[in-house]
């Protein structure tokens, strides 16, 4: 599987984006996806994820009620749309594919098998 994020820019605070990111390969629309993102000098950490059929979704407290996860499988795509955009999501965003064995899906980084290879999100105050 391969992804491709894209969609990040600059924003000032109070604004949105919409990161999209596109998978490629075989089954890539039975795997669960997720968001992480990584401000400069600080570890990564979990956004938001999605199961393969929509059933579980979850979000990281930061940006609950602000953020929402979709995906299109019918053309491989999962979206984050951000909404009130503070200067603390300022950061690099990767998206992430997990088999979790076509169900489920998880807030740590180390269960999924592949990444995009991120898309900086920059926002101003």
């Known amino acids: 599987v391969q992804l491709q994020a894209s969609g990040g820019g600059l924003v000032q605070a109070g604004g949105s984006l919409r990161l999209s990111c596109a998978a490629s390969g075989r089954a890539s629309s039975q795997y669960a996806r997720a968001w992480f993102r990584q401000a400069a000098g600080k570890q990564r950490e979990f956004v938001t994820s999605?199961?393969?059929?929509?059933?579980?979704?979850y979000y990281a407290d930061a940006v609950k009620g602000r953020f929402t996860i979709s995906r299109d499988d019918a053309v491989n795509t999962v979206y984050l749309q951000m909404n009130s955009l503070k200067p603390e999501d300022t950061a690099v965003y990767y998206c992430a594919a997990g088999w979790f064995n076509g169900y489920g899906n998880s807030r740590y980084e180390k269960e999924y098998d592949y990444w995009g290879q991120g898309t900086q999100v920059t926002v101003s105050s």
């Open positions: 999605i199961s393969r059929h929509d059933d579980s979704i």
